[in-house]
């Protein structure tokens, strides 16, 4: 079974350009998350899809930041205009209904240094 | 809110030496308990997880304990290997579908 893919998995851009990030799921996963992943620091949610409905966004800067999953399949997350501390990893996941708990699975990763 | 506390290292270890890193949680009602693990240049991975307090999760030789009463949910290794040299993360979540809320991640280096 293939895992999350998530590209690119490396972009610098320089501050107040915009960047995009692409997800694609494991297959048959209907819920998509985004977390920001800041170094020395623990993941946090950005977002969360259930299918292409947006579950929570309480922590996305909605300012900054969009993310959208049109088909209830890939997703894209967009910073425009990118600040200094936007530099992390993206982390991309998706999760199966595990007999009563979700089961997160993690790509790689989108690395962004912003310059 | 809820929240998740860990050993923040590095640690070094020698290889077989026991391993404890210590994950305390703070949330309301009953969370389901996770240890993620994340190998030099990989993206996160599972390692175990339990759902209800007193069960045990294990894997790959790593075992943790859902203790209610505690609010904890340590992970114990009886002899690690350089190949588990890695960050560790504990996180919470509560409900179906709901967000994972990690603590800051402990380094674990293992020298032969």
């Known amino acids: 079974e293939a895992g999350v893919a998530q590209s690119p998995r490396y972009k610098i851009i320089e501050k107040r350009q915009s960047v995009a990030f692409w997800c694609n799921p494991i297959s048959g996963h209907a819920t998509l998350y985004w977390y920001q992943q800041i170094l020395g620091q623990g993941p946090k949610l950005l977002i969360q899809?259930?299918?292409?409905?947006?579950?929570?966004d309480s922590q996305l800067p909605k300012d900054r930041f969009s993310a959208e999953r049109l088909k209830g399949v890939d997703s894209t997350l967009k910073i425009q205009p990118a600040k200094l501390e936007d530099s992390a990893v993206y982390l991309c996941?998706?999760?199966?209904?595990?007999?009563?708990?979700?089961?997160?699975?993690f790509g790689p990763g989108t690395r962004l240094t912003v310059l | 809110g809820n929240s998740v506390t860990q050993m923040e290292g590095p640690v070094t270890l020698s290889e077989e030496a026991f391993l404890t890193i210590n994950c305390t949680y703070t949330?309301?009602?009953?969370?389901?308990l996770f240890w993620y693990v994340q190998y030099p240049g990989e993206g996160l991975q599972l390692l175990l997880k339990a759902t209800k307090a007193d069960d045990k999760g294990s894997n790959k030789g790593f075992e943790a304990t859902y203790r209610k009463e505690t609010t904890s949910f340590h992970l114990e290794k009886g002899s690690v290997q350089v190949s588990d040299s890695a960050v560790y993360f504990c996180a919470l979540s509560q409900g179906g579908s709901e967000k994972l809320v990690f603590g800051k991640g402990m380094k674990l280096t293992v020298n032969p």
């Open positions: 899809f259930q299918n292409n409905g947006v579950v929570d």
């Open positions: 996941a998706s999760s199966s209904w595990d007999g009563g708990t979700d089961t997160q699975y």
């Open positions: 949330a309301t009602g009953y969370p389901s």
